[in-house]
């Protein structure tokens, strides 16, 4: 994939599951259960909710975000994640992993039409994910090489590596087979027949509720649509109070203008600061130390991000309890932590300025980088910058324009770097943290057989000796090549033989980059309606049914 294409999804816009099937997704539920616990009786209150008349209401046509997240409520998945970033199951009753092979067992669901959901219905609705390029989900399923409708009513897959927590990407709409194609007297297409809480009513333009749900008819008896063209009527309706429910990924750190309720959202995204593994300080993993103990997370977490964020204590975001413990970073900077480091370095003093030098009088100073046109990530760059130099360590920060920031890191002109990107539902890391990543920018390209002819991603030699090095001086920290332990760590792990465990570990032996924090996101509701785990990852209307 060509790096604008990954980055402006990614960074602009900006793992490890067993075979699943009965069990706790770790907090007393049971994962077999529905999301929903929706009543078997409906009142008739009534929601309203944005969307856009002109546009698909088919999940895999939908070029509308409003549209693709109302869908949600007409088309269920096998899988979704809920608030706390754990597999709940929908149409699937589980999902049996052995090695690359995964098999799918369905539970008993009915489309709003009365018909089974089968296997093939299944097939077809992965078909469609896998080519529609609005969406994430080719990018999300690409680890798919073969699929099949089995005669036993079960799907069976065949993957491209061994995936612990595949199960955990399985959250694309279902739809029945062939009905993407349904038009009404005008030959104008209709939305997919799905088995959602809700049915679209053709003439009355408003969502009603589905009273066959394998769950149970919802306790909201209608939801109303609001038409919302352009992002000013969208405004307009948040002002004016004509939307009960509203959520937004606050990628742009812009608060919605709607007065009610409101409860933050665990998102994927992780805000970190790249390192540049060729400078011939950062290549020292004490350096990465003294780098990841010098900034203070909750500080930029909560004036960054004006709390719509969480300290990140590792790769992968708190709330997610399979990492329990196990990640060891600080929310707040350890200032004695970066001395002592600086001590075993060699920098044993500061100069009239605070900042650390070594016996030859020899100051540090790296070169830090962010795209000045997201002002929360923006933002991030300026207290890194400030909390660094409070530590002793010198920074020079360059706010560049987008061009100019993916020229930068193409051609690895930093030493660190301000991004974010949004982690894999299945917790996967290899593009982020592994030698040869599409997102590793700063860690150079070592294949395991050519480790003495090191090369970065453009083929520029790694041994040339770095612009930050004294001319004709070897710093105390040019201990070698920087040779990545992460990249066999991830091999083992993607073919059975390594362990969530072995991965933190390995990150938190290597610190290939420092992890700030993970973003949040925001979901309003009407002063009425309770929005406490309203919205996931997978889901934005995730808590829909419980309204009452």
């Not at 001395?339 to 370095?345: E, L, N």
């Not at 083929?459 to 770095?466: E, F, L």
Request: aromatic share 8%; net charge negative; charged share 25%.
């Amino acid at each position: 994939m060509a790096f604008k294409k990954i980055i402006a999804a990614i960074l602009v816009g900006i793992m490890l599951f067993s075979a699943v099937g009965c069990g706790s997704d770790g907090d007393g539920t049971d994962n077999i259960s529905s999301v929903q616990s929706g009543s078997t009786e409906t009142t008739e209150r009534s929601l309203s909710l944005l969307y856009s008349s002109s546009d698909s209401l088919d999940p895999y046509k939908a070029e509308t975000l409003l549209n693709r997240q109302l869908s949600l409520l007409m088309y269920d998945p096998l899988v979704k994640l809920d608030s706390k970033l754990q597999p709940h199951f929908c149409l699937a009753k589980s999902v049996e992993l052995d090695g690359k092979d995964c098999i799918i067992t369905l539970n008993n669901a009915t489309f709003s039409d009365g018909s089974a959901v089968t296997a093939e219905d299944v097939v077809y609705s992965l078909k469609a994910a896998l080519k529609a390029e609005l969406t994430p989900y080719p990018e999300q399923l690409s680890s798919i090489k073969k699929y099949s409708a089995e005669e036993d009513g079960t799907v069976k897959l065949t993957l491209t590596k061994a995936d612990p927590y595949f199960a955990n990407l399985l959250d694309f709409p279902i739809i029945k087979k062939d009905s993407d194609e349904l038009k009404d007297e005008n030959n104008i297409l209709l939305p997919p027949i799905g088995s959602g809480r809700y049915i679209f009513d053709t003439e009355e333009k408003l969502l009603t509720a589905n009273k066959q749900h394998i769950s149970g008819a919802p306790s909201v008896n209608t939801v109303k649509l609001v038409n919302a063209p352009d992002s000013e009527v969208e405004k307009y309706n948040l002002e004016a109070g004509n939307v009960s429910l509203y959520y937004t990924d606050l990628a742009d750190g812009i608060i919605p203008p709607m007065s009610g309720n409101s409860c933050k959202v665990n998102l994927q995204n992780l805000v970190f600061m790249g390192v540049n593994l060729k400078n011939a300080y950062l290549k020292d993993a004490r350096m990465r130390y003294a780098l990841a103990s010098a900034v203070d997370r909750t500080v930029i977490a909560k004036e960054a991000y004006y709390e719509y964020a969480t300290p990140a204590l590792g790769l992968f975001n708190s709330a997610w309890s399979d990492a329990g413990s196990l990640q060891n970073l600080t929310s707040s900077a350890d200032l004695q932590n970066v001395v002592a480091i600086f001590k075993d370095i060699g920098y044993n003093s500061k100069d009239e300025e605070g900042f650390f030098v070594n016996p030859k009088g020899k100051t540090v100073t790296f070169k830090l980088v962010a795209f000045k046109d997201n002002a929360r990530r923006a933002a991030a760059a300026e207290l890194v910058k400030q909390q660094l130099e409070a530590a002793g360590i010198k920074v020079k920060l360059s706010l560049l324009d987008w061009d100019a920031y993916v020229k930068a890191l193409q051609n690895g002109d930093f030493d660190l770097y301000i991004a974010e990107v949004k982690l894999p539902d299945n917790m996967d890391v290899s593009e982020l943290v592994t030698s040869n990543g599409k997102l590793s920018y700063g860690i150079p390209d070592v294949t395991e057989n050519d480790k003495n002819n090191k090369t970065d991603k453009n083929g520029k030699d790694q041994n040339t000796a770095d612009k930050d090095k004294a001319d004709g001086d070897k710093t105390e920290t040019d201990n070698g090549s920087y040779v990545p332990l992460l990249d066999g760590v991830v091999k083992a792990y993607y073919s059975g033989t390594a362990s969530l465990v072995d991965i933190i570990n390995a990150f938190n032996a290597e610190m290939p980059l420092i992890p700030l924090c993970h973003r949040q996101g925001l979901t309003v509701g009407a002063p009425d309606i309770n929005v406490t785990d309203m919205s996931s990852v997978s889901d934005v209307y995730f808590g829909l049914a419980n309204i009452k």
